[in-house]
């Protein structure tokens, strides 16, 4: 059965999601860390791109400063190339982190320095797109996904429409010309379907569900 998606992420007023060069801005505040925590630990699995966790580091864990839980998150990690950081604080849990990889592409997965499982998977054509990601969740039993960033990667899988829900977390924040825009290109615009919308602190949340 195809995984239920959330695209979920937070941004300025003017649609960035992060600051000049790609690197993180803190646009969610204490009412939306909440609810991400929250989020995070009913899902099985965080996907992010390797780029995300290169100029980030996060740890993609459920923080107790805002929502105890005892579950910890597989992470799943787009990265066509494997120039994803070893030693990404990441790798530094006792999960599975999933590698979605490029054809013929190895990575030593019995590394005695990780605390992760690593597990590969190599996409026949070359390309890691939302498709072949989306089979191999399906194959691998992940039942609800949370989709981090960034923006390559929330872009493949809204426009490749492979997500059931998106929430965006607006920070009363403009970052200009040097900020990251939310989506990379598009062929054509997408029409996505109904928005709900309500104030959380000093910020608005976004959310739209998939329309079938």
Known sequence: MRPHITVNFACSLDGRIASKGGRAFKFSNYEDLVRVH??????????????TINLDDPKLVVNPKYYKSNHLPDVGILDTNLTVNPKAKVFGYPRNVVVFCGRDIK??????????KIMVR?????????????????KLGYTTVMIEGGRSVITSFVSEG????????YSPVIMGDD??????ALSDPLKLGSLETSKLGDGVLIKIKKEF
Do not use: A, H, Q
């Open 38 to 51: 929250k989020m995070r630990s009913e899902t099985d699995m965080i996907i992010v791109g390797k780029n």
């Open 162 to 169: 492979n997500w059931d829900e998106i929430s965006i977390f």
């Open 179 to 184: 900020g990251i825009p939310m989506f990379g």
């Open 107 to 116: 990575v030593n997965s019995d590394s005695n320095d990780l605390e992760s």
């Open 122 to 138: 190599n996409s026949n054509d070359g390309y890691v797109d939302s498709y072949f990601v989306v089979k191999e969740l399906e």
